[in-house]
């Protein structure tokens, strides 16, 4: 099979499984958003700032996915074991570290305005997810794991019926019946935690018993820490985790920006970013595939290869990018009306998707280049790029122009203002990354 055949296979099946993942997330959206407007608000600030720690966290363990590669394009199976062994005890830091943020958000909660009328409820949604949080975690460690094998088909089949469970517990857990009162937000977080354990008992059972990791060696006594080790993981993971908080930082702090403009500002902003999300996983896909097989590649000592990859994932990754612009720009009116039966927030909504569809090809470039980066052990320079950007052009930029006025242009008081900047923010990343890329390769070919 060609190249583009190996990564189109591995980017559709991580896509369908990374689907299923997000349509929580619109699960969750749309029965908040029947439910009541109060209830979607609260759902907006309670999923940004959940989102904010499990994904920078998620960032860390997704990090191993080139060392992995690496071990595996090099035949050292053993190997893939121990680091693996060994990765559960950063794992592990990290689920403390993220229960903690999420069970303690008041310092962000009135550091950046949210109504007092909303913060409880999101407290409350906020506590319920701290329980869903571990097991999340591991569940990504194991789709790392697969991810880097070239093997991500179970993760995908699990993540799959794991909608299917999905889907009628929010439901049942956010109206209520048979006995439940219903929760509204809190009742979708309840149905998350459960969804997370039982998927997670799966995963670990398929490790056990599954002929795919038998070469790995993985079910094995765990051994003592190996600080060194753990060390290597840490100084690639954790840039490569601070670099995602900060691009999902964005996102929540624009969150509790809007969340100032009331209610039906942050229920039209929750559609559209969910729907950018949404968008974001197939550059995304793409992303894991194509630095899936450059590391592969660079293991196997093959760096023409490796090149040839990088060539493959762009031209397959713009190529999306441009398509699904396109349809939301055409049919935002559509979209809009979907996620809400409000006629007000629909048409805010529809307003806010025009600037996701230009906002989405930055984000699918940037994606792209940042997970090959990862495989020639590059995370702080993309870090640096983020800072800037995306907090001081992206959000602060938004801040100025929403509630203060930006040069010529007067205070809008509008989430649009955050879209705008948010937008050029990664057009200038989009510019920036891929010097950054050539010049990595570059050094790694002279080396």
Same mark, same amino acid.
């Given at each position: ?263 039906? +500002?942050? =229920? $039209?902003?929750? @559609? %559209? #970013?969910?729907? /950018? ?6 550059? !995304?896909? *793409? ?126 008081? +509008?989430? =649009? $203002?955050?879209? @705008? %900047? #948010?937008?050029? /923010? ?6 920036? !990354?891929? *010097? ?12």
């Amino acid at each position: 099979m060609s190249e583009r055949g190996i990564i189109a296979r591995h980017a559709g099946t991580v896509l369908a499984g990374q689907l299923a993942t997000m349509a929580f997330g619109v699960t969750d959206t749309v029965v908040a958003g029947r439910y009541s407007q109060e209830a979607l608000a609260a759902l907006s600030v309670g999923a940004a700032v959940y989102i904010t720690v499990f994904v920078a966290l998620m960032g860390v363990l997704q990090a191993l996915l080139p060392t992995w590669a690496e071990l595996h394009g090099a035949g050292r199976n053993a190997d893939v074991g121990r680091s693996v062994r060994q990765a559960l005890y950063l794992a592990v830091l990290a689920a403390v570290a993220g229960v903690f943020g999420l069970l303690f958000p008041n310092a962000l909660l009135q550091g950046t305005g949210v109504p007092a009328a909303l913060q409880e409820d999101v407290r409350q949604y906020l506590g319920v997810l701290a329980l869903a949080l571990p097991p999340a975690l591991l569940f990504r460690m194991y789709s790392t794991l697969n991810q880097s094998l070239g093997k991500p088909q179970l993760v995908t089949w699990l993540q799959l019926a794991s909608l299917a469970v999905k889907v009628p517990l929010t439901v049942w857990f956010a109206f209520g019946g048979l006995g439940v009162p219903a929760m509204g937000a809190v009742g979708c977080a309840w149905a998350t935690v459960v969804v997370n354990y039982l998927f997670l008992g799966l995963a670990l059972w398929l490790v056990r018993t599954d002929a795919l990791y038998r070469p790995y060696a993985i079910w094995r006594p765990l051994e003592p820490p190996h600080w060194r080790t753990i060390g290597q993981f840490a100084r690639l993971g954790i840039p490569a985790g601070l670099a995602i908080m900060v691009e999902v930082t964005s996102f929540t702090l624009m969150s509790l920006f809007i969340a100032r403009q009331g209610t039906l +500002s942050a =229920a $039209a902003h929750q @559609i %559209a #970013s969910n729907l /950018a999300a949404v968008m974001y996983m197939v550059p !995304l896909s *793409l992303a894991i595939a194509t630095s899936a097989r450059v590391s592969f590649w660079l293991g196997a000592g093959d760096m023409k290869k490796a090149r040839g990859a990088i060539r493959t994932g762009f031209r397959m990754g713009l190529a999306m990018a441009v398509l699904l612009g396109c349809v939301v720009l055409v049919s935002r009116h559509g979209i809009a009306a979907l996620y809400s039966a409000d006629p007000q927030v629909a048409g805010v909504a529809a307003g806010l998707l025009a600037f996701v569809a230009l906002y989405h090809f930055g984000d699918a470039v940037q994606a792209l280049c940042v997970f090959v980066l990862r495989s020639y052990r590059v995370a702080v320079a993309p870090l640096v790029a983020y800072c800037v950007l995306l907090w001081g052009v992206g959000v602060v930029g938004g801040y100025q122009l929403a509630y203060r006025g930006l040069g010529p242009w007067d205070a809008q008081q +509008s989430p =649009a $203002a955050f879209w @705008i %900047a #948010s937008s050029f /923010a990664l057009a200038l990343l989009a510019l920036i !990354l891929p *010097l950054i890329l050539w010049r990595a390769v570059r050094r790694f070919r002279l080396a």
